[in-house]
């Protein structure tokens, strides 16, 4: 698989689970660049609720001091690439 | 006889639609499960019997569109005889009551034995929500097929009065029903104050770090628990208005406000919050938000809060002059965590702080006793390790 295409697969998983939690949200005018909680209105509980699901499917372990770095979708996408040790 | 009543769901709730039974004449039901889902101007609920027996026979169908206090099932007690006459109120209720009738295949009773269903069908069934026991079957053998799914979730979905737009249509007007009561009726006093959440925002960073992800704590559950604690010092708070006069209530049930993604909003109980520990407060909170916005609230949650709580500060408000729900006496209302410059041992330091609002009817309570709540709760809140 290309790195392309494994872009593409973590992003549209990442929208997924973001469909799933604001499922009346339309995701395709989201700015990958802005925070998703005002995007989508999103609250804490949705927020936590999306974090935890992403390390569910992502089998990673996010501290609470990085979650910042998850509010956008560049932010989730940067994170969930890079090279995990 | 026990009989199972159109319960009171909401401060202005004049009557509601069955949507199902959730049992059916014969089954045993205990104090606490589910036996019917109604539908009410805000949402589809749960309704729990209020009695451990057996249901002798129901008496709405589903459809019906019947006013609150309505005997819709007579339930025989533990240790009743079988034969108990049916109860005058509700042989009236049943004859006189549906003001709103659609029209709904009839259901067959609970086949005995092996259900023939096959596991698609199975699925299907548990998607939609549906007993398989309760429908008529048209596969070989009287075995339940898909369609027969289907069409039992088609009649079910059509006793649901109207979709999503008319639902959020009803929800507004009870919502202005709700609050112009409240607002004709109480006579509203408010106090606030500033708490410095310094020590509760490290404690819960620290009490996070060492927790796996599932079980992170969200801040707005201290403030729950803080106002739960705070209640059983000054109790007036924790009272419904009840023929002129305030009547304390038992348990501290706290109404959390949940604001829902279609619009509207709902402040269903989180039950004995006092009692519960942060962690299964926590879980109670998320179970609740989800099924709040799901609509599948159950009506001891509903009709069961003794003072709403609500957070408005997500959205970058800073204080919250709130409205009492009636018949609440009481409402508390947080602002968002913002960090301001704050005088400490004749220091200025950065310190996260909130603005708390107390909204209380003075028909039942003063403004002293309300600096005495307030107070209260931010005492708690500077030692959260006892939260």
Not at chain 1, 29 to 52: E, G, I, K, T, Y
Not at chain 2, 52 to 74: H, S, W, Y
């Amino acid at each position: 698989m290309s790195n392309t295409e494994a872009l593409n697969n973590t992003r549209n998983l990442v929208l997924r689970l973001l469909n799933d939690i604001a499922p009346e949200a339309d995701l395709t005018s989201l700015r990958p660049d802005l925070s998703f909680r005002d995007q989508l209105d999103l609250d804490s509980m949705d927020f936590l609720n999306f974090v935890v699901a992403l390390h569910k499917e992502f089998q990673i372990e996010i501290p609470e001091s990085d979650y910042p770095q998850y509010m956008t979708l560049n932010g989730c996408l940067a994170q969930l690439s890079a090279p995990r040790s | 006889m026990a009989d199972f009543v159109m319960p009171t769901l909401g401060a202005d709730m004049t009557e509601g639609t069955l949507v199902q039974w959730k049992k059916q004449a014969g089954d045993r039901v205990t104090k606490g499960e589910i036996i019917a889902e109604v539908d009410t101007e805000k949402a589809a609920i749960e309704v729990e019997s209020h009695t451990t027996g057996t249901i002798e026979r129901l008496l709405t169908q589903p459809g019906d569109k019947v006013p609150v206090g309505t005997v819709m099932a007579v339930i025989r007690e533990d240790g009743q005889p079988t034969t108990a006459p049916i109860h005058e109120a509700a042989r009236r209720a049943a004859v006189t009551t549906p003001v709103h009738r659609v029209e709904v295949a009839p259901v067959s009773p609970p086949q005995t034995g092996r259900l023939r269903i096959s596991p698609a069908a199975r699925k299907l069934a548990a998607e939609r929500g549906l007993d398989p026991a309760h429908l008529q079957g048209t596969g070989p053998d009287g075995a339940i097929t898909l369609e027969d799914i289907e069409r039992a979730g088609a009649i079910t979905e059509v006793t649901k009065p109207g979709g999503v737009a008319d639902r959020q249509a009803r929800m507004r007007q009870t919502i202005a029903a709700a609050m112009a009561r409240s607002k004709r009726e109480i006579p509203h006093y408010y106090l606030s104050t500033t708490i410095d959440m310094g020590r509760a925002v490290t404690w819960l960073k620290q009490a996070n770090e060492a927790r796996p992800m599932t079980e992170r704590l969200l801040y707005g559950v201290l403030l729950i628990k803080a106002v739960a604690l705070a209640l059983r010092r000054v109790p007036e708070f924790n009272a419904l208005w009840k023929d002129g006069a305030a009547v304390r209530s038992e348990g501290i049930h706290i109404g959390a406000a949940i604001s829902l993604r279609q619009g509207g909003l709902v402040a269903p109980a989180l039950h004995d919050a006092d009692q519960l520990s942060l962690s299964d407060l926590m879980k109670t909170f998320q179970d609740l938000v989800k099924r709040a916005r799901a609509g599948s609230l159950r009506s001891s949650e509903m009709s069961d809060p003794t003072i709403t709580v609500t957070s408005l500060g997500e959205q970058g408000v800073e204080i919250v002059f709130g409205v009492i729900y009636p018949p609440q006496v009481a409402l508390v209302g947080f602002g968002k965590l913002v960090e301001r410059p704050w005088v400490t041992n004749g220091q200025v330091v950065p310190r996260p702080v909130v603005m708390v609002s107390l909204s209380a009817d003075h028909r039942a309570s003063d403004g002293h006793r309300g600096g005495v709540f307030l107070a209260e709760i931010d005492r708690l809140l500077q030692e959260p390790h006892i939260l």
